[in-house]
């Protein structure tokens, strides 16, 4: 039962990975892919508010000291954070979708 409960909790922290980057989450594609977590990217903001986030999940619904939540979401974020843009790629990125006339 309690591994059920772990199990139900990660896949919900999961979930709200894929809302802090505008992703609709699909069981299958994390189930089935040992990778999933590289298959996205996200800004160092969306990466240090989800970070945030999960710190305060953590702190209140596990009733975790704060410095211990923040540490598991660190691990977290190390092990399964999605691949961070860089600021470059992200202007780069805008950029090259604007096309001559169209800005």
Same mark, same amino acid.
């Given at each position: 039962m309690?591994n059920?409960?772990?199990? %139900?909790?990660?896949?919900?922290?999961?979930?709200?990975?894929?809302?802090?980057?505008?992703?609709?989450?699909?069981?299958?594609?994390?189930?089935? %892919?040992?990778?999933?977590?590289?298959?996205?990217? $996200?800004?160092?903001?969306?990466?240090?508010?989800?970070?945030? $986030?999960?710190? #305060?999940?953590?702190?209140?619904?596990?009733?975790?000291? #704060? %410095?211990?939540?923040?540490?598991?979401?660190? $691990?977290?974020?190390?092990?399964?954070?999605?691949t961070?843009?860089?600021? %470059?790629?992200?202007?780069?990125?805008?950029?090259?979708?604007?096309?001559p006339?169209?800005?």
């Amino acid at each position: 039962m309690k591994n059920r409960i772990m199990l %139900d909790d990660v896949l919900y922290i999961v979930k709200e990975m894929y809302n802090f980057i505008g992703v609709e989450y699909k069981r299958e594609n994390v189930e089935h %892919d040992p990778e999933w977590f590289m298959r996205h990217r $996200w800004s160092e903001e969306e990466q240090a508010l989800f970070q945030k $986030w999960l710190v #305060k999940h953590l702190h209140t619904k596990h009733r975790q000291r #704060k %410095d211990y939540a923040e540490e598991c979401a660190g $691990w977290f974020m190390h092990l399964y954070g999605f691949t961070t843009k860089k600021p %470059d790629e992200e202007f780069r990125v805008r950029s090259q979708s604007c096309q001559p006339y169209d800005c």
